[in-house]
């Protein structure tokens, strides 16, 4: 059985009062869900301490939206990844495609950051996903393919063994327009196939969780799918109700 996962990304957005407030309303309306769906938040660097003592002994778990590819030093403006899993992050979100376009993340530097997160017992979110271009000249697979090939098969099957993958197609992404339940099925299953073809059986253990403008009016269908083990949420995840919500979407 994989784990069902709903992850809220909440980029830049919230201060630090606004963003323990929405974690306390996701904390409360969390009892609303069965246990089997993991609710991950992921606040900016400066309000995770704040956000963890609001999730104490409650379900919801604390992410991070990037960690540093080194482990310490003269890297004026970084953070590391033993300073968030210090203030109790579990996960951390590597390769958005928003740190991939604005902030030149490569595969070399991707496979730096993925090593310090298991290096300091985190659980990577690794996200790939097609920009429009791409997908509409069907080089959607080749480009998924590829971002996987370059990073997730330098991992030990240990390291794999605790990996979340997010396909979020860049088209998706605060636009509005959502993957179909049938496009998401489509490319989640090739995704476990180009998986497979490393890791073999382990690939079915592995959630891989669509992001895209879900929402709670479109994420039953789509998590209904298959190969679709929950989603990675933007600007849903800023609302505790709709991000609930969303979560519910496993239970219809
Ligand atoms: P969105 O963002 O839900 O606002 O489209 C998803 C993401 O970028 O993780």
Known sequence: MRKKIVAGNWKM???????????????AKSAEVCDCVNFIVCPPFTHLAQVAE???GSKVELGAQNCAAEAKGAYTGEVAASMIAALGCKYVILGHSERRQYYGETSETLNKKMEQAY??????????????????????????KAQIEEVVFNLTEEQF??????????WAIGTGKTATAEQAQEIHAYIREVLAAKFGELAAECPILYGGSCKPSNAAEIFAKEDVDGGLIGGAALKAEDFIAIGKGFMA
């Open 13 to 27: 957005n919230t201060l630090p009062a606004e963003g323990v407030e929405l974690a306390q309303g996701v904390v």
């Open 54 to 56: 609001a999730l104490k």
């Open 119 to 144: 290096a300091n017992g985190l659980t990577p979110i690794y996200c790939v996903g097609e920009n429009l271009d791409e997908r509409e000249a069907g080089n959607h697979f080749a480009v998924c």
């Open 161 to 170: 063994k605790n990996l979340v993958i997010a396909y979020e197609p860049v």
